[in-house]
């Protein structure tokens, strides 16, 4: 690893602090280094607080400040040259005087896209883009998605028997340990809605909620034939992201339009039934990028190829 991948690394991990309040905005991280040593760091805590960079020159010692000519500043994403509910980044770190900016990803809001980076240059500012530029894309998938296709992030949600069923002659039954149930409502906690069918919510009348974890309730929503989803709907109620519960009819239909960027499958690896409800299929454009065992069970992470 390099060492502008050391400090972007820290800027990801500084960044995910935010996960809970910074939205609608994305997650940034910001550290401050003077020959290979920080001197300041910073994340975006809250949507209409001081972003990254500002809280990253707030920390820095005030003996520091002489330092900061000479001083490399890491984001993982690109700062903001526009006036939003604070003044523009790439203004600050001009006036600040910091010699050098690596940046991990441009921000694609239609307000940015390379502004920032245009004017920190023309200011004879040092830029270097694309330092953990696939990590850093992928910490604001959510907000990514929204801003580009006007639709939430979706993530299908499914538990199913080492055989492939969802659920035993067609009733629900635990397939999900202790463990794993408490972490399906720390994702509930990160998610702005989750979604099931009719049918689900009439047989099983789930919840929905976080009461095994710490956080907001997402947004309940239910939909069948009468009641379809609406995606424009959803991005005018700026939800970026959306699990869906559904049972198999729901989750297919989701998976036939290809309207989905993460699969999260658990299997229990002991359980077996000989009859009921089939599992949908993992589609072959499907990536795993986790793959974690809880007990008897395992939990995969697919995300979207292309």
Not at 82 to 91: L, M
Not at 139 to 152: S, V
Not at 260 to 269: A, Q
């Amino acid at each position: 690893m390099s060492i502008d991948e050391k400090f972007m690394q820290r800027c990801i991990q500084l960044a995910k602090n935010g996960q809970q309040n910074a939205k609608p905005n994305p997650m940034v991280g910001a550290v401050i280094v003077y020959q290979d040593q920080i001197i300041g760091e910073g994340y975006h805590v809250r949507c209409g607080l001081a972003h990254a960079e500002v809280n990253a020159f707030a920390s820095v010692r005030a003996e520091d400040e002489v330092l900061l000519p000479q001083s490399t500043i890491y984001v993982s994403l690109e700062p903001c040259s526009h006036y939003g509910k604070t003044p523009p980044c790439a203004d600050l770190i001009i006036k600040k005087g910091v010699r050098r900016v690596v940046v991990g990803c441009i921000d694609e809001f239609a307000e940015v896209q390379g502004r920032g980076i245009q004017k920190l240059r023309d200011a004879g500012i040092e830029v270097k883009v694309g330092v953990l530029e696939e990590e850093c894309k992928a910490l604001n998938r959510r907000f990514f998605t929204f801003h580009q296709e006007h639709r939430p992030y979706i993530i299908l949600k499914w538990a199913q028997t080492a055989n492939g069923f969802i659920d035993d002659h067609f009733q629900a039954v635990q397939i999900s340990n202790d463990f794993t149930k408490m972490l399906s409502h720390k994702l509930r906690s990160e998610e702005d809605a989750i979604l099931v069918g009719r049918i689900t919510d009439e047989r099983e009348h789930p919840q929905l909620n976080v009461r095994e974890w710490y956080g907001h309730d997402p947004k309940r929503m239910v939909i069948d034939h009468a009641h379809p989803l609406n995606l424009e709907s959803l991005h005018a109620q700026n939800i970026q992201s959306l699990i869906v519960e559904g049972g198999a009819e729901t989750l297919r239909s989701f998976l036939n339009q290809e309207l989905w960027d993460e699969i999260r499958l658990e299997i229990n690896t002991v359980m077996t039934t000989d009859g009921g409800t089939q599992a949908p299929k993992v589609p072959a454009n499907a990536k795993v990028v986790s793959s974690e065992k809880y007990g008897n069970n395992i939990i995969l992470i697919f995300r979207r190829e292309g």
